[in-house]
């Protein structure tokens, strides 16, 4: 077999599939994964797809000293018509690869990763839920693996594919979310990691998560590291606000996360000739327009959360409650399309949706 060849090991030892109305965010895993290493004299090498199981790293591997790793999150839907749809995976490939950059990693072959997703969700394509609000959640990651304790970049390092089946990724569904604006703490600051998909972004913003879950709100509003003046986005969302008829989301200002739900919103937004600007907003801005009654709706975008309508912002001294704390028209008609296209329910005239065959 040639280096690049793709090899398929099949499982034996198949898993019951869950109830699809009790499936919690990632807690269940398909029977097969793709993985395929990278040695420094070797390149990547040895793309397969192998039964799901746990797997042996050293305890030396430079993934758990200094967190040498990228990931990307992305879903596949089933369609009405019983297809298999991915929603734009070129641009999460893309993306692994400018976060590995930022983390001294090798880049991928995308064309090559991408024939592995497809022949991988094609195998597991009975695990992609059918019911509303359900789809089958795609976790690709790199970790390094050299067994060395020098503060340097590894020199060998393991891709994997894993596939989730999920539900909503809020307890609460669709239903309205309430975020804390987080004045003590900082996710990320121009320069460092805030635009790669890394580990560290969303473990070290766990302090400020537990203290707002605490307070009763299900997210935290990250403002800028430098001022903490200006928004930047919620802990697993893009953030978005309406605010006298214009959508406003914050620029991506080296260290926001480059969310492609994100771009396919401004895309649509632009498209049906509703304003949207890209921006500093800072919180100030943002309590001044409700205040005086200019603020309409808030919403979150991300892979996993799709649209998240935001119901309420609360503030060491501000208690925001947007819309009545109601989904509003906007943001249900972005999820209604955002999802029809994805679903395959909705025409796709951006050719968003690859079909997996
Ligand atoms: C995603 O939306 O896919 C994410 O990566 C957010 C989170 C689950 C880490």
Request: glycine share 8%; net charge negative.
């Amino acid at each position: 077999m040639r280096d690049n060849e793709l090899e398929i090991v099949q499982s034996t030892n198949k898993k019951p599939k869950p109830q699809t109305d009790q499936l919690a965010f990632g807690k269940t895993f398909t029977d097969h994964m793709f993985v395929m290493d990278y040695a420094a004299d070797k390149g990547w090498h040895h793309p397969r797809i192998v039964p799901y199981e746990p797997i042996t790293l050293d305890p030396a591997s430079m993934i758990f000293h200094y967190g040498q790793t990228v990931f990307e999150g992305l879903k596949a839907y089933r369609s009405k018509d019983n297809r298999i749809l991915l929603f734009r995976p070129d641009k999460n490939l893309q993306r692994l690869n400018l976060s590995s950059d930022r983390l001294s990693m090798p880049t991928i072959d995308e064309t090559l990763v991408m024939n592995g997703l497809k022949r991988l969700i094609h195998l597991e394509q009975d695990w992609v839920p059918s019911s509303e609000g359900t789809s089958l959640y795609i976790r690709p990651f790199i970790i390094g693996t050299e067994a060395s304790l020098a503060v340097a970049p590894s020199q060998s390092y393991k891709l994997m594919i894993i596939l989730s089946p999920v539900g909503s990724y809020y307890s609460k569904g669709i239903r309205p979310v309430s975020i804390s604006v987080e004045s003590q703490f900082t996710r990320a600051v121009k320069g460092g990691t805030g635009t790669a998909k890394t580990a560290g972004n969303y473990s070290s913003g766990y302090k400020a998560h537990a203290k707002a879950s605490h307070e009763g709100n299900d997210e935290v509003l990250w403002l800028d590291g430098v001022e903490k003046k200006y928004i930047e986005e919620v802990g697993s969302m893009n953030i978005f606000f309406k605010i006298n008829g214009e959508v406003v989301t914050p620029a991506l200002n080296g260290s926001i996360l480059d969310g492609i739900t994100r771009r396919s919103i401004i895309e649509l937004l632009e498209e049906w000739d509703i304003p949207v600007v890209e921006r500093r907003i800072s919180i100030d801005e943002l309590y001044q327009a409700y205040d005086e009654c200019r603020l309409e709706e808030a919403f979150g975008t991300g892979t996993a959360a799709v649209i998240s309508p935001i119901g309420e912002l609360n503030g060491s001294e501000r208690k925001v409650i947007i819309n009545d704390g109601q989904t509003g028209e906007l943001s249900k008609k972005l999820y209604d399309t955002l999802t029809g296209i994805q679903t395959g329910r909705l025409e796709d005239s951006h050719g968003w949706t690859v079909e997996v065959k």
